[in-house]
């Protein structure tokens, strides 16, 4: 046996060309390409049962919670707000396909609700007037947009390809939604060989350059996304490798060899899984983790199913307990434990007491879906974003991953050992330090793990905003480690792909309690121990000599006495994660303290447009996870173009107001930071310097509206006249009164920002003009 390796950067990245035979798959794998279809079905969107994060590690048996999707029999929206008064294109529903349902469904995986714009529709302005049969028309051709796209997602899908399905009438609907679509990848993206052709052969001397801090997924996926728009992209990577926490080690020795996933390694979920729809244009089929998990006891012998099961069920009562819990104590709940509360339910109730091995075996599956200890994860908000599970089956790309993280560095101008110390950032742009070099641009896009923010080793300058560096301080972030071990031939069988460990010491649960084995995928006999919550930082120190020699008496313990002989395995690898200076762990999650708003806060751009944020960190919907790492750096590469384009149109405005609908958004977000009156979900600017009960102002509603069971903010927005605005604060019975009043008596309509037409584009720049100079808490005239 070869001494184990403790590090997990000691050997090169897997290359592509170099991946290893792989053997075909088992025919026990009941859905060997579980995206193999263009499309998903009905059924398969309807009827998934939610892989709740507690079962990360495990498939959910109970199907008792399911995600409610809205309207699931049609896409239409209540149609009762106020209609469009363009002649034409709000005056019936159009007709694109007959099955648009099936089409809303799609879109849904892909993170649209079924009936209703996304804050991110209404910022950008897809429709002038939210609400009403316009906009209903747009969702139908969004819709329409990405099923047509996900039929053949290899290639890249024109708009014109939509002329003649689309009537003419709703032409500037169709502009609307494909450009969104477009900018903000959810088509078009991707390693085709397609979408590499529209990448402008040299960098346009026009366009920004942008510096991205971290070869991550995030970094790449924004990378290629800024390449394409025509930006001069620099990625600065600290490693010697792309990827960042997804790592793929050639494993090899005495001609057996495989693909061993040392980081990110399982994508979680196939519907509209982004990752997925890399992996089918890389012709791979990825390969469904079966259900099968049997668990053994500390003496080697298996538990007993049906107590198994029980069990299991008594651990997700508890859960249910404490979810119920937490509705009764309201914000109360941010201050406590999610480990607390079921310590003191299992107290209570007994339950599972007879079998606490077995107990806290659930326990330490938790806390590796989280990669925290239960007793420091928010009660109030641990799971919050199960409701945008991806859906789908839990896979394993055969290869490994880092086949996509190839794909994806593939021609993107990488500087490795690159460790980045210093960010500049202010109105001239942004300056990068990294040793002795300096790299200068227009703006950069900072991709570092949560760990390395909170370790402190990029200093900002000037620092970060408060409330940033709070949320760094509240979120969680955890640790995962494992021991990859390849061996000359599978002892343990095919029949299975995960099996578990128990323990008797709860405080070391974690330590090797789950298997995953790798032999189906990896190209040979590969099987990977998982360290998991206090067990993982003890692991940290551990001699990998003594980790590896604890795992095998732990798998002879198990398969001897079933007449099996456990080999000395051929390479091992342990991981050190939390060690790791690029990572310092492993992935976020959400504390106690903390909640799904920090996610929202660590995304948001800094300086004026210079300072943007990706990673898994810097999503609610889909943090700790690699899909969700990668749509957050598309959802960057889009902000960065936008930031640059609405900068040169504010360098017009200084000069003269736009003409364009789109140019104040900047600015309009600036100025709502100080508003001159507040009242309720309303905010309104004016001139503080005209008296004038007729001259302009700008009202801002935020509503909140829901989305997968859970509410999100949108903002809406009119012009109106000082004395209307006056006289709106002083309408009794609430918001719902107000909003009446506004509409009814008023007879103004809410628009996106885009909507706000010309006449506010003046308002916005006097206003922006007049307040120039002037410190953002200047005095006004607000109202509570």
């Known amino acids: 046996m070869n001494p184990p390796d403790n590090n997990q950067d000691n050997a090169p990245s897997l290359p592509h060309s170099q991946l290893p035979t792989l053997p075909p798959q088992s025919n026990s794998n009941p859905n060997p390409d579980p995206t193999s279809t263009s499309n998903p079905s009905f059924e398969q969107i309807v009827s998934f049962s939610a892989p709740k994060k507690r079962r990360r590690g495990r498939s959910q048996r109970s199907t008792s919670s399911f995600h409610t999707l809205p309207n699931p029999g049609g896409i239409l929206p ?4 106020p209609r469009s008064t363009n002649p034409g294109i709000g005056d019936e529903i159009i007709t ?42 747009y969702i139908l051709i969004r819709n329409h947009i990405i099923s047509k796209w996900r039929e053949n997602i290899s290639s890249w899908i024109a708009k014109e390809s939509f002329l003649d399905s689309i009537p003419k009438h709703c032409i500037s609907l169709l502009d609307s939604a ?68 997804v790592y793929t080690k050639r494993m090899e020795g005495n001609r057996v060899e495989a693909a061993a996933d040392l980081g990110g390694s399982v994508l979680t979920g196939t519907l509209g899984n982004p990752l997925g729809i890399i992996a089918r244009q890389l012709g791979c089929s ?14 080697g012998k298996p538990v007993d199913p049906d107590l198994d099961m029980k069990v299991e069920g008594a651990f997700n009562r508890l859960l249910d307990k404490a979810s119920k819990l937490r509705q009764l104590m309201g ?109 200068e641009g227009d703006m950069v896009l900072c991709t570092v793990p949560l760990g390395v923010l909170k370790n402190g080793s990029i200093k900002f300058v000037p620092e970060l905003p408060q409330r940033k560096l709070d949320c760094i301080k509240r979120l969680g972030f955890g640790l995962l480690n494992k021991v990859a071990m390849l061996f000359p031939f599978v002892f343990w069988g095919t029949d299975l792909d995960t099996f578990g460990h128990l323990t008797e010491d709860p405080t070391n649960r974690g330590e090797f309690f789950l298997f995953y084995s790798y032999a189906q995928v990896a190209g040979g006999p590969l099987l990977i121990a998982l360290v998991a919550g206090e067990a993982a930082h003890k692991f940290e120190t551990m001699p990998p000599t003594d980790a590896v020699t604890r795992v095998l008496q732990i798998l002879r313990g198990m398969y001897e006495p079933q007449g099996i002989n456990v080999p000395d395995p051929i390479q091992t690898v342990c991981t050190r994660w939390g060690g790791d200076p690029f990572s310092f762990g492993s992935y976020s999650n959400v504390a106690v303290g903390a909640s799904g708003d920090d996610y929202d806060i660590l995304a948001e751009s800094v300086g004026d447009g210079r300072l943007f944020f990706a990673g898994e960190a810097t999503t609610r919907r889909y943090p700790a996870t690699m899909h969700g790492a990668f749509v957050t750096g598309l959802r960057e590469a889009a902000n960065m173009a936008q930031s640059a384009k609405s900068r040169g149109i504010r360098k017009r405005i200084d000069r003269n107001p736009s003409k364009n609908p789109h140019a104040c958004a900047t600015l309009l977000a600036d100025l709502f930071r100080d508003p001159d009156l507040e009242f309720g979900s309303f905010s309104i600017i004016f001139s503080r310097r005209n008296p004038d009960p007729k001259s302009p102002a700008i009202l801002r509603v935020t509503q909140l509206q829901s989305h997968f069971n859970q509410q999100q903010q949108i903002q809406v927005y009119t012009l109106l006249t000082r004395q209307q605005a006056l006289d709106l604060r002083e309408v ?14 008023l007879g103004v309509k809410l628009v996106g920002r885009k909507g706000l037409g010309i006449g506010a584009d003046s308002v916005i720049a006097s206003i922006k003009a007049e307040r120039t100079g002037r410190k953002p808490a200047s005095s006004g005239t607000k109202s509570g």
């Open 78 to 81: 209540n149609i009762d707000a």
């Open 96 to 137: 694109i396909n007959k099955d648009a349902t099936t089409e809303a469904l799609l879109a849904l995986t892909a993170g649209f609700p079924a009936d209703s714009l996304t804050e991110e529709e209404i910022d950008f302005g897809v429709v002038p007037v939210v609400g009403g049969i316009e906009q209903v028309n």
């Open 178 to 245: 494909y450009d969104y679509l477009v900018l903000h990848g959810y088509i078009n993206f991707g390693i085709s060989q397609a979408v590499k052709d529209k990448v402008p052969p040299a960098q346009q001397p026009s366009k920004p350059s942008v510096v991205i801090v971290g070869a991550g997924l995030s970094g790449l996926a924004a990378a290629r996304q800024l390449l394409r728009f025509g930006f001069k992209v620099t990625v600065l990577e600290g490693r010697k490798r792309p990827g960042g926490r």
């Open 286 to 299: 990825l390969y469904k983790v079966r259900d099968k998990c049997p668990l053994y006891r500390v003496d």
């Open 331 to 439: 914000d109360v709940s941010m201050d406590v434990s999610l480990g607390a509360a079921l310590e003191t339910f299992r107290q209570v109730y007994g339950d599972a007491t007879e079998e606490m091995s077995l107990f806290n075996w659930h326990l330490a599956n938790l806390e590796y879906a989280n990669a925290g200890l239960v007793s420091k994860l928010s009660l109030a908000f641990w799971d919050q974003d199960d409701p945008y599970d991806m859906g789908g089956d839990h896979c394993f790309l055969p290869g490994g991953n880092g086949r996509l993280v190839h794909s994806l560095a593939e021609n993107v101008p990488i500087l490795y050992e690159k460790t980045v110390q210093t960010i500049r950032y202010g109105a001239d742009g942004v300056k990068v330090t990294a040793g002795h070099q300096v790299y």
């Open 732 to 745: 009794r019975g609430g918001d719902e009164k107000r909003i009446y009043y506004l509409c009814e008596t």
